[in-house]
């Protein structure tokens, strides 16, 4: 990626790399310590971090290599860095397979991030046992609609039921009333209208 200048602008992961490359190189020669032998990663005590024959040299013949000027080594040796006195007994040799410098706000940083994280995973867990506990509740709701619908659909066909036996049974108690009633024959009705005594006289 090029800026307007043309100048090319390193990647983010080529700028790590560089920080982790400077991270594990003497701050005298810039080449990278070892981890055994004469460039063996060492310290002072101010903390700063070197290859253990170049900070060894450093103390006892100054940045030239060829010696202190106007006066002895531990009148004027010092860190390359910091420019606290230092002598060659200040020298500790350490330890480790690599170094890493880390950004102490980009650190801060990532810690915040992650605690925010922690208390987002904790709302969503809470989140979901209260959903949980809503489920269950709506499943039981519904189950309990299912059972009365269940039981008002058997009313439903027990009263069906019940009609359709009254129905049948005034059916039959009207067809049974009707079979009762006495019934005049064709002959009884002529014979009472020629019948005499039927007829009426009409006032003179």
Known sequence: MSTDSGAATPKLDEADDIEAEESNTCLICYERWTHRGNHQLASLKCGHLFGHSCIKRWILRGPSGRGWQGGHSKDKAACPVCKQRAAVKDIRKLVATAITAVDGEKLENALADNRQLQDKCLQLKSDVSHFQLEYHRMSNEVQKLRNELDVAEKQKQWILLKNENLEKRLAETLASKSAGEPKLSLL?????????????????
Request: charged letters at 30%; hydrophobic letters at 30%.
């Open 188 to 204: 009884q009705t002529v014979s009472m209208e020629e019948s005499p005594s039927a007829k009426v006289e009409k006032p003179a």
